[in-house]
């Protein structure tokens, strides 16, 4: 047992953690903390959403550690809810969307650099997302991350090769994908047999993923090298979303819907991947998850992963023109803060260090048993290439993992990437681009419910403080106000 934890910093840590089966590849321990900062009261961890985490790591822990840890859940509505800086812990794990919320009240403080230049950390390990951005508020390491998903494309793998289809580098690619699966003539002796459930491709349209979906779409449009704002205009704080590339890629979402299953407006990520295992699609938008894998020990589905499609061109909002990307390698731009996990130290923490090595030892070595329990995570870090299968559905062949190791390692170490709105007031900012996206999906014109939108983002900001959300909005991109 490691003695008077958090002194997991021991040189013995090694020893044990090697005994305890973990396959993370071998890092040195952490220095040994001063025996006079070991504190018996017990460590105090909040976990917002994630039931599963909150088992998991108490699981770790007893099997580990001789102090006290005391868990507690909670979601995110209940969050918010609260009017007290105080959240009666010294660790909180939480979606990563919810960062500006905690950090514009000063629930959070900055991890540790003790913490984060520890060895045992390996903090040049990790891919660029979860070393960098989303992990950062301003010029600030705000946190640590458990595993942040983007979403992916999934195709049949053997369709695509039947067919002589090359995955689509671009949107405009995609959409002409898209059409030729849903060419019966061209597809006809890959259908599954008559009256069974078939449809060419499925995005996840379900509340709380439509609007993610269209700002997934719309990143590689809205994200210009020259400037900062995307979602917003970072100086007044005037609402972009209804500008030309959110406009354009609405247009192209409503359009792909048209393919789609009636019910799409009913799913999730989890349940879109349901389908394509199920054979009932031929290309989806999702990512895997071994946690929340309900596929059990089914065949292997002949399938493959590709980061999502980008532009060959992209939106200047200063001279309102459409200016080329450059070469094929600056065509894509990663939509972060969309479904991961983040762990943070408490502004009320007494042993702020204590509760930085404590993330420390929960997303370095200990990533592989930790992490891939919640369902909204995936792999993040260089080493967990080898192990990608922990994070995949069992359905998924070797061929399959190894295409989704790849592509999680090309998006998350882009530079060009887009925060999914995570200032304060997220969820209903969101919920407005909801509304828009099931408003296109009835037939109103797209710029219209983007308008729409736009006022109403307008309305939140207003509500909020227009000038403590321009702060915030400056932060979430990575600029000290």
């Not at 047992?1 to 993370?24: H, I, N, T």
């Not at 209940?78 to 990563?96: H, K, M, N």
């Not at 390990?125 to 458990?146: C, I, N, P, Q």
């Not at 296109?440 to 006022?455: E, I």
């Amino acid at each position: 047992m490691l003695q008077g934890f958090p002194k997991f910093a021991v040189s013995g840590l090694l020893v044990v953690w090697l005994m305890s089966g973990c396959r993370e590849p071998q890092s040195p321990a952490p220095q040994e903390a001063s025996p006079a900062a070991a504190v018996k009261e017990p460590l105090r961890l909040l976990i917002v959403d994630d039931a599963r985490l909150a088992t998991a790591i108490p699981r770790q822990w007893q099997a580990r550690a001789d102090r006290e840890l005391v868990v507690r859940q909670m979601t995110s509505e209940q969050l918010l809810a609260l009017t007290s800086r105080r959240l009666g812990a010294d660790v909180v794990i939480y979606p990563s969307g919810l960062m500006g919320e905690l950090a514009a009240r000063r629930v959070i403080v900055p991890v540790p650099d003790k913490s984060l230049q520890d060895e045992a950390f390996a903090r040049r390990d990790l891919f660029e997302l979860s070393r960098l951005r989303e992990v950062s508020w301003g010029r600030e390491v705000m946190a640590v991350s458990f595993g942040s998903p983007q979403f992916c494309l999934l195709f049949r793998r053997d369709w695509f090769e039947r067919l002589q289809i090359t995955p689509p580098t671009t949107w405009a690619a995609y959409q002409e994908v898209v059409a030729r699966l849903a060419d019966r003539k061209q597809v006809a002796d890959l259908l599954p047999a008559e009256g069974q459930p078939w449809t060419p491709v499925i995005e996840p349209l379900g509340s709380g993923w439509r609007g993610q979906v269209l700002l997934a779409r719309s990143a590689a449009y809205a994200q210009h090298r020259s400037q900062f704002s995307t979602l917003f205009d970072y100086r007044t704080m005037t609402p972009l979303i209804d500008g030309p590339p959110f406009v354009r890629a609405l247009q192209e979402l409503v359009e792909t819907a048209r393919h789609g299953p009636a019910n799409a407006q009913q799913l999730g990520p989890a349940q879109v991947r349901r389908e394509f295992l199920e054979g009932r699609a031929a290309m989806v938008l999702t990512w895997p998850s071994r946690a929340d894998d309900q596929s059990g020990e089914g065949a292997p589905v002949a399938a493959a992963f590709a980061e999502l499609p980008g532009s060959v061109e992209a939106y200047n909002f200063r001279t309102q023109s459409w200016d080329k990307r450059g070469d094929a390698s600056d065509q894509r731009v990663t939509l972060a803060a969309m479904a991961g996990r983040l762990g943070s130290v408490t502004r009320e923490s007494s042993e702020p260090l204590v509760a930085g090595n404590m993330l420390i030892w929960l997303t370095g070595r200990l990533s592989a048993d930790v992490c891939t329990e919640t369902e909204a995570g995936t792999l993040f870090r260089e080493s967990h290439l080898p192990l990608v299968g922990r994070w995949i559905d069992r359905q998924f062949d070797e061929a399959a993992a190894k295409s989704y190791g790849e592509a999680v390692q090309q998006a998350q170490n882009r530079t060009a990437w887009l925060a999914s709105v995570r200032i304060p007031g997220r969820p209903r900012y969101l919920a407005a681009l909801d509304d828009a996206v099931a408003e296109a999906l009835s037939g109103v014109p797209p710029a219209d419910c983007l308008r729409k939108t736009a006022a109403e983002w307008d309305k939140i900001t207003d509500a909020i403080g227009r000038e403590s959300q321009r702060q915030a909005y400056m932060q979430s991109v990575g600029i000290n106000p």
